[in-house]
């Protein structure tokens, strides 16, 4: 069975992109939900936000932020978290997420989803910065984790120490990008094991699969524009097996589109490697 039918409680979905939007909008029953970037409706013609509000009608939506720089010592701009609340409370989305990343310092853009130092001071300020999150939009941001090629300088703590920390801290949940763990593991060296021991299960609420490419010889860019690769599957069975909410899988594609029908099936491997980590993590139970 595909999409709304299916009994389990995990999701699956695909992020809405204009290039998708006829594939999806046919196979609304192989999809559970659909993730928007709500940046691209903050300042949008009145006529692209009643296309979103269409859009509900037929699937249920996440909204995904790429601009608030919650990750910061720096505060949030208010004038972009009123933004995101007025979103919310139009669209009605099972959630909204944004990324532990900081995208703009001392006035300057940087165009792009930069790690911070992982120091205390980062913990607090992410901390502040999804406080006010919660007090504007009336809820909980979901927290990314982020690729980098460069390891933040000055950082007291690991990625995933840091990253728990400012869990611990906010009382927020993850949205745990698995290629981006990946990229991150394979580009320092580090344990995909060891970061996922570091998370407490409970904290996860929801997935990002994608796919990258090599670049440099061994370094992997996390570029959104191709297949998910095998060790991201496998992450992602190892999740299942570990986390024990419900869990909300999204597979991003930015570029490159292939036929909707390879995305699809991209989808179905995703639900195919859930299911392996739920019958895994309940025969662990039944064992004596």
């Known amino acids: 069975m595909h999409g709304n039918t299916r009994e389990s409680a995990d999701r699956f979905g695909l992020g809405w992109r204009d290039e998708l ?7 609304v029953d192989r999809i559970d ?42 505060p949030v701009e208010r004038r972009r978290l009123d933004r995101m609340a007025a979103l919310v409370d139009r669209v009605e989305p099972v959630s909204w997420s944004e990324h532990l990343a900081f995208v703009r310092a001392g006035g300057v853009e ?18 502040r910065n999804l406080a006010l999150a919660r007090r504007v939009v009336g ?12 390891e933040p300088p000055a950082s007291q703590y690991g990625e995933a120490d840091w990253i728990a920390k400012v869990l ?19 580009n320092f060296g580090d344990s995909p094991a060891a970061f996922l021991a570091a998370i407490e299960p409970e904290r996860i609420a929801a997935i990002h699969i994608a796919g990258g ?26 999740v299942a097996a570990r986390a024990p909410r419900p869990l909300t899988v999204i597979l ?14 991209e989808l179905e491997r995703a ?18």
């Open 33 to 74: 939900l659909v993730e928007v970037i709500a940046d691209d409706y903050f300042a949008a013609p009145r006529a692209a936000r009643r296309a979103l509000e269409t859009l509900r009608a037929q699937v249920p939506i996440t909204l995904h932020g790429v601009g608030l720089g919650l990750a910061s010592a720096a």
């Open 21 to 27: 939007a006829a594939g999806i909008l046919r196979n």
């Open 139 to 150: 809820t909980d941001p979901l927290c990314e984790n982020i690729a980098t090629l460069i």
């Open 110 to 127: 940087v165009g792009h989803l930069a790690a911070p130092p992982r120091t205390d001071a980062t913990v607090e300020g992410a901390h």
């Open 252 to 265: 991003e594609r930015d570029g490159h589109y292939p036929p909707i029908e390879e995305l699809l099936d």
């Open 168 to 186: 611990s801290a906010s009382g927020c949940d993850l949205l745990l990008d698995l290629h981006n763990l990946h990229a991150n593991a394979a």
């Open 213 to 238: 490419r090599r670049v440099r010889g061994d370094r992997v860019l996390d570029d959104h524009l191709h297949p998910v690769p095998d060790p991201v599957f496998e992450l992602l069975t190892e």
């Open 271 to 288: 639900r195919r490697a859930v299911e392996r980590g739920r019958l895994r993590a309940r025969r662990a139970e039944w064992r004596p």
